[in-house]
């Protein structure tokens, strides 16, 4: 099947490229299953997929050859040859974009709806590897130079994660007391 799968995309797309699948991808999936209702675990699915599909999407129009798509438990990895920043930029929006129109368009589903909008927001975060981050990055590094634009993403990076989590954290201690 699993062969099956990468024949239709190439034919699909018209184009040639390595697929592969990570076991902690089907760990995952399958304590989904046993742990979420079903509808959660189709919105998340059908989101992740309408979301790599947008990265895909995009790179495909820019004519970047796609060497090999791996898919693994923090999500879809299409490695290519080295981007522009122009191609790393659209490519970095195309799939919270995807996300969003989806969104949008599944208003009448509410589990689809509500993940692929979640999923949209929380990749653009801008926190590297995430697409916020990859946007955040080219957009630092073009406006304040190198160095300076690496510095402001490396402090970004460590600063907002940590925020969060002391904001989730005290959330809920309040909500236990």
Known sequence: MWRQLQHFAERFWKTQFELSLHYSTLLALALSLLLLPLEWVIGWAVAVFVHESGHFAALHVLGVPINRVRIDIAGARIDVTTLSDREELISAAAGPIAGLILAFFAFKLPYICFCAF???????????PMDGGRIFRIIAVG?????????????????????LFIAILLFCLSKCG
Do not use: A, D, H, K
Not at 118 to 128: A, I
């Open 118 to 128: 979640w999923q949209s927001v929380f990749n653009l975060l801008p926190v590297y």
């Open 143 to 163: 406006l304040l130079g190198e160095i300076t634009g690496e510095r402001i993403c490396n402090v970004v990076n460590i600063l907002l994660p940590t925020v």
